[in-house]
C-alpha cells in the first residue's frame, strides 16, 4: 500500500512529466545547460561501463586533453541503475524520466521504514515520508536540474540500517550502512562528507547518553561501531576518494567555491517555494547573496511540518529521547547551510543602538580545514538538515496522535488525514515546467559513419559551471549532442576542470574565434587559413555543428561571421541546413 500510495504521489507531484517520459525532461529554462550536463553522465557511464572503461576519465568530451571525473557531478549510481533502461528503450530522456519516478518513490519507502521503525505509527511515517520525499527542497532540486543533489533516497536507508546495527550489532547490517553511504558517496562526493557528519553527530550523541549513565561498556562498543561503519564505507569508497584527492594535490584542479554567495538566508525556511501555487520560475541568483526563493536557495520548512518538529522537541523528557538526536541533525546542517555569516533578507549588517555588527557562524572555521571546508555550495548541506527534520516531523507526529488516543481515539484517524492535507497543501508542487529535447537526422547520420574524427561545436567551450573558456552555453550543448552523434568533442561542460584544459581554448587558432560570440572580426592568427586549417587537421574535426538554437528550442545566439569564416578560411562545406543548425563538413578528414 505504501509503495502504490508513494508512487500516485510522484506522478501527481511531477505532473505533466508522466505525459512527456520520452520527449521531455523536468527542469527549469535557466538551468537546461546542467540538464544536458546529467544526461550526458548517464549516457557516458554506460558507454564507459559497456566498454570496461573508467568512468571516471573521459576522452571524449574537452579533447584531445580530457578530463578526470572523480570530482566532476558524474552521479555514476544514477547511471549504472539507468543503462538497463538505456539498452531496452534506447531512449536517454526516457530512461532519466523513469529513474525521476522510481528515485522519489524510494525515498518515501526508505523514510516510511525509518520512522516506522522509530515510532510504530504507520501514519506518521507516511506523513514524515510525503516531507522528505516530496519537499519543496528536492522539488526544486530536481526541477533545477540538480540530479546529483535530489537524489537522496540513500539517505534514510542509510539512517536505518545504522539504527539497526546500533540495536542488533549484525554484520549484515553493517554493510547495509556502509553501502548505502558510499551510494551517497559515489553519487555526490560531498553528501560523503555529509555522512560522516551525520555519523559525527550519531556518536556524539549515543557517547552523551551512555556517559549521562555511566555506561563505560556500551560507550566502548559505540566507538567500536562506528569504526566498522567508516572502515567498511572507507573501503568501499576509497577508489573515488584516490581519485579525487589526486586532482586536488596531484593535478591542482581547482576547486572553485562560490563562498560566502552559495549560502542560504535565514528566510530561505520560511519563504514558499517558487514552483507553489502559480508555479512561477525560481528568481534570479544575481546579486550579493544567494536569494530565497531560487533554486539552490529554496529550503522552505512548511508551517505544518514546523509545527510538528516543535511538538516532538517539546515532548523530550529524557537524555536519550530520539528527539533530541534528530533535532541536533536538523539544526547543524541548517546553520552550515547558512555560510560564514548569517544573512536575513539580503543583508549580514545588523544594527542595534547604532552598533553595527555581522553573525559569524562555525563554517568560518571549518573552511579553513582541508576537504571539509572545500564545498563548492554551501546552501546544499540543508539536504541531510531537512532530512533529519522530516525524521522530527514524523515523531512529532507520533506525540500528537498518541496524545490524542488517549483521550479520544476515534478522532486519530481524522487527525492524521488533516495534518497529511496540511503537509500536501504547503508542499503542493504541480504543474511543472517540462522542456521538450529535439535533435536532428544529421547527428544521426554523423553517428553512423565511420572512421575516426572529432566534431567541433559552435560556439566553442568549455565549462564548469562558475568559470568557462569560450562560450559557456555551449559548452553545455556539446555535452548533450554527443549523446546523440556519439563522437569525440572538443568542447563539453563538466563541474571540474584543470585551469590549463580551459586556457588552451584561447591559444588555438580558429577556435578561439569560433569561441567567440561578440567579436566583430577574427584576429590575425585566426585569419592565417594555414594555420587555421592545421589546427583542423591536427584534431581530425571533419564535423562542426553550428547551432542555431538549443536542444530545447531556445535561441542560441551566434556571430554571425562564423559561417563565411567556416568556408572561407576554414574551407569547410555545408552538408545539412535547417532552423536549429548547420553541419559543415572537412573533407580533407579520411
Request: with cysteine; net charge negative.
Amino acid at each position: 500500500m505504501p509503495f502504490i500510495v508513494f508512487s500516485l504521489l510522484a506522478i501527481v507531484q511531477t505532473w505533466p512529466l508522466i505525459l512527456h517520459l520520452s520527449d521531455g525532461t523536468m527542469e527549469s529554462p535557466k538551468q537546461s545547460g546542467d540538464t544536458w550536463a546529467f544526461l550526458w553522465d548517464l549516457w557516458w557511464v554506460k558507454k564507459a561501463s559497456l566498454s570496461l572503461r573508467n568512468p571516471f576519465h573521459t576522452g571524449w568530451l574537452l579533447f584531445p586533453q580530457g578530463s578526470d571525473l572523480y570530482l566532476h557531478a558524474l552521479v555514476p549510481v544514477n547511471g549504472v541503475l539507468s543503462i538497463p533502461l538505456q539498452l531496452a528503450t534506447g531512449d536517454l530522456a526516457l530512461s532519466w524520466n523513469v529513474l525521476t519516478l522510481v528515485f522519489l518513490v524510494l525515498s518515501a519507502l526508505g523514510m516510511y521504514a525509518l520512522v516506522q521503525r522509530l515510532t510504530g505509527n504507520r501514519a506518521a511515517a507516511t506523513i514524515s515520508a510525503y516531507i522528505f520525499a516530496f519537499s519543496p527542497l528536492t522539488m526544486m532540486y530536481l526541477s533545477g536540474s540538480q540530479w546529483n543533489v535530489s537524489t537522496t533516497w540513500p539517505l534514510p536507508l542509510f539512517a536505518l540500517f545504522l539504527l539497526r546495527f546500533w540495536e542488533s550489532g549484525r554484520p549484515l547490517d553493517a554493510v547495509g550502512c556502509s553501502i548505502a553511504w558510499a551510494l551517497l558517496t559515489y553519487n555526490y562526493l560531498e553528501f560523503g562528507i555529509d555522512g560522516g557528519w551525520f555519523l559525527a553527530i550519531f556518536l556524539a550523541y549515543q557517547s552523551f547518553v551512555c556517559m549521562k549513565k555511566a555506561d563505560w561498556t556500551a560507550l566502548s562498543l559505540a566507538w567500536r561501531k562506528c569504526a566498522v561503519v567508516s572502515s567498511l564505507w572507507l573501503l568501499l569508497s576509497l577508489p573515488l576518494i584516490i581519485g579525487a584527492l589526486h586532482d586536488v594535490y596531484g593535478q591542482h584542479v581547482p576547486l572553485e567555491s562560490g563562498g560566502e554567495f552559495w549560502s542560504n538566508d535565514l528566510l530561505t525556511f520560511v519563504k514558499p517555494s517558487p514552483m507553489w501555487g502559480p508555479g512561477q520560475f525560481p528568481v534570479d541568483p544575481g546579486g550579493p547573496h544567494l536569494a530565497a526563493g531560487t533554486i539552490l536557495g529554496t529550503a522552505y520548512l512548511g508551517i505544518t511540518p514546523l509545527l510538528l518538529a516543535v511538538i516532538a522537541l517539546c515532548s523530550v523528557r529524557r537524555a536519550d529521547d530520539k528527539a533530541i538526536f534528530w533535532g541536533a541533525v536538523f539544526i547543524f546542517f541548517a546553520i552550515l547551510s547558512l555560510g560564514p555569516y548569517l544573512y536575513v533578507g539580503d543583508n549580514r549588517s545588523f544594527s542595534i543602538m547604532g552598533v553595527s555588527f555581522s553573525v559569524p557562524l562555525p563554517t568560518q572555521i571549518i573552511d579553513h580545514i582541508p576537504i571539509l571546508g572545500d564545498r563548492r555550495i554551501a546552501s546544499r548541506t540543508i539536504v541531510i538538515g531537512a532530512f533529519g527534520f522530516s525524521v522530527l516531523a514524523g515523531l512529532g507526529c507520533h506525540v500528537l496522535m498518541s496524545s490524542i488516543k488517549r483521550r479520544a481515539q476515534a478522532l486519530v484517524p481524522w487527525v492524521a488525514l488533516i495534518v497529511f492535507f496540511l503537509v500536501v497543501l504547503e508542499y503542493w508542487n504541480p504543474p511543472v515546467f517540462v522542456s521538450h529535447v529535439s535533435t536532428s537526422p544529421a547527428l544521426e547520420a554523423i553517428h553512423d559513419e565511420p572512421g575516426d574524427f572529432n566534431v567541433l561545436d559552435v560556439p566553442f567551450g568549455r565549462g564548469t559551471g562558475i568559470t568557462a573558456a569560450g562560450d559557456s552555453f555551449g559548452a553545455a550543448i556539446t555535452d548533450y549532442y554527443q549523446t546523440v552523434h556519439g563522437k569525440p568533442s572538443l568542447g563539453g561542460y563538466l563541474a571540474r576542470v584543470e585551469s590549463t584544459t580551459l586556457a588552451w581554448v584561447s591559444t588555438q587558432p580558429g577556435l578561439k574565434y569560433l569561441a567567440c560570440k561578440t567579436c566583430e572580426q577574427p584576429s590575425e592568427d585566426d585569419l592565417d587559413a594555414t594555420r587555421a586549417r592545421e589546427v583542423f587537421q591536427r584534431y581530425k574535426i571533419r564535423y562542426v555543428l553550428l547551432h542555431k538554437r538549443a536542444p530545447d528550442g531556445w535561441d542560441v545566439g551566434i556571430n554571425l561571421g562564423w559561417d563565411a569564416y567556416l568556408k572561407n578560411v576554414a574551407g569547410f562545406t555545408v552538408t545539412y541546413d535547417d532552423t536549429t543548425l548547420t553541419v559543415y563538413r572537412n573533407d580533407g578528414i579520411e
